[in-house]
């Protein structure tokens, strides 16, 4: 009964979205690229399968074949980016196939919902305790699960059958992506590593807007300031109306980089000058930071609606030609402001470094590892070992020694790697990937140095630079290329030291399991009121609350963890 009683409290959010996985194949996004093989790859041969004492086949090593095949089942949310060849689907594709074909797998989904439906769907499964062999999860619905005693300890299977190649990819960034699988000592889930630069925030603008105001790009958050007051007074978009915003806000407030600038870091765990560990959201730079965004409000620069529009909404403003200045990551050329250029070829966004309110260097937020999601099995799975073998698979076809990019992961301007379900990536792939096209665009390297993957991007770059037309390689170059690129700001970041990373690097504690949602919700609401203009003072009462609702007890958890590290 207890263990029922703990499937049925398991509500947390889902996970819904990777990083260049959701906008470009790279999300998300990620890791090495390149012509060269990374250290220790090699594919590993088909091995034959054995029988064990069940008469099951019992594939040995990381890419035995199942002999028979066997089946698995999975659960799947999918969205409208996904393309197909004629007669393919989600359960019906290359990956699929190459499951079957290369490791005696059968992937069988119990159900396949859109991106709408996805976190209720998933909710609604893990609550009913009726979950299917392996899915994908987020960290604290795989701290419930095992909790819950739902899931398998993988800490075996992990060490028998995940290549040599995997474990590398898995730990390029260090430990703490492994790590935060692990309860207790024990592997409880596989975690789909990315990179932890490519979170990194930029300032997108419209640099066309720019030029036609006479405006220099931002040094300081003063600057910021004026163009925000520049695009909302002054016309930018040519109609004589005064219907234009100064920077874009969503009602999730997506606005990291715009808080690094006044050396707050919401949502990660930071040093105090006692070297202890505080979360960033309740600390005092936040204040005038949230005092600004009020004063922005009251004087029209941002949009009266943020509070009820999520990001895509949000982003209709710059779809429209109503916006030119938001802040995010890497990707956002290919989404949401590609929509931008569809609708105005003369649109322009370029990505640029965040700034400071002061003479001290604004610091992107870096997480402490990125984890795209959690692959878990369920506990008395027959073959808990095929969904790494799968993860195998998917490195293989994506940076091993015989990978094949350009049909496991973009082919024919399909992002085919979107079909696997269970991914990792490596730590340095977009990076890489930028400056190997980089090098050819500059004429420093041949086009046959590129890989598929990397040569359809380059080709795509190439094809807009020479006709000015394609929306996706203006997005691509605006990520990839060699002229103010996204990746080259990153890039800056990290030779000038200007990326803070979070402190904790572990699984949910108990306390943050249970409170943090709420404590999330309240951050949401107090920050929303004094944004639209409730007194500053509102924010000394939320840290109040913060610390009475759970987040006082949450911090002494994570400093005990902290000073267990020492």
Not at 112 to 120: F, I, K, P
């Amino acid at each position: 009964m207890k263990r029922l009683a703990n499937v049925r409290a398991i509500t947390m959010l889902l996970l819904v979205a990777t990083l260049l996985v959701t906008a470009c194949s790279g999300n998300a996004d990620k890791g090495q690229s390149g012509n060269s093989t990374p250290s220790g790859s090699s594919v590993q041969p088909i091995e034959s399968a054995s029988t064990g004492e069940s008469g099951e086949a019992a594939a040995e090593g990381p890419f035995g074949k199942y002999d028979p095949p066997i089946e698995i089942t999975s659960v799947r949310v999918v969205d409208t980016s996904y393309k197909y060849a004629e007669g393919d689907d989600i359960s019906n594709n290359l990956w699929t196939r190459a499951y079957e074909q290369e490791l005696g797998i059968k992937l069988k989904y119990d159900w396949v919902v859109n991106s709408d439906q996805g976190a209720q769907k998933i909710n609604l499964t893990i609550a009913s305790g009726d979950i299917p062999e392996f899915m994908t999860v987020n960290v604290t619905q795989m701290k419930q699960l095992a909790e819950a005693d739902l899931i398998m300890d993988l800490t075996e299977v992990y060490e028998k059958y995940a290549s040599p190649f995997m474990k590398e990819l898995m730990t390029q960034d260090g430990p703490n992506g492994l790590d935060s699988a692990k309860i207790d000592g024990k592997l409880m889930a596989i975690p789909a590593v990315t990179a932890t630069i490519d979170n990194a925030a930029l300032i997108w603008l419209r640099t066309d807007w720019l030029k036609k105001l006479n405006l220099p790009a931002p040094q300081t958050m003063e600057d910021v300031f004026a163009i925000a007051e520049a695009f909302a007074r002054q016309d930018p978009d040519g109609n004589g109306k005064p219907d234009t915003v100064g920077m874009i806000v969503d009602k999730d407030l997506s606005l990291e980089g715009f808080f690094n600038g006044y050396h707050a870091y919401p949502g990660i765990w930071v040093k105090d000058a006692s070297g202890n560990l505080v979360y960033g959201d309740v600390q005092p730079e936040m204040k005038p930071a949230l005092l600004k965004l009020q004063e922005m409000y009251k004087a029209g620069l941002l949009d009266k609606e943020f509070g009820v529009k999520d990001l895509g909404k949000a982003s209709e403003l710059t779809t429209a030609g109503k916006a030119g200045l938001v802040y995010g990551p890497m990707y956002y050329s290919l989404w949401p402001l590609n929509s931008s250029k569809d609708n105005d070829k003369n649109a322009d966004w370029n990505p640029y470094p965040i700034v400071s309110i002061d003479d001290k260097p604004a610091l992107a937020r870096q997480l402490a590892f990125a984890v795209n999601n959690y692959l878990v099995v369920r506990k008395g799975t027959a073959h808990p070992e095929a969904g790494i073998k799968m993860v195998n698979l998917y490195a293989e076809k994506g940076w091993g020694k015989n990978a094949e990019p350009g049909v496991y992961f973009v082919n024919n301007g399909m992002e085919t790697f979107k079909y696997a379900p269970f991914t990792i990536w490596p730590y340095r792939k977009n990076m890489d990937q930028h400056l190997n096209i980089s090098k050819v665009l500059k004429g420093e390297a041949d086009v046959a140095t590129l890989n598929a993957e990397d040569k359809d991007v380059y080709d795509k770059i190439k094809s807009y630079r020479d006709t000015g037309e394609g929306t996706t390689g203006w997005g691509y170059d605006r990520v990839f290329g060699d002229n103010g690129s996204a990746y080259e700001v990153i890039n800056n970041y990290i030779a000038d030291n200007r990326l803070i990373r979070d402190e904790f690097a572990s699984v949910p504690t108990p306390t943050w399991v249970e409170k943090s949602g709420s404590l999330d919700k309240l951050k949401v609401e107090v920050f929303t009121r004094i944004i639209m203009g409730a007194p500053i003072e509102e924010f000394d009462a939320f840290v109040e609350n913060w610390n009475k609702l759970g987040g006082s007890k949450a911090t002494q958890e994570v400093n005990d963890w902290y000073n267990s590290q020492k």
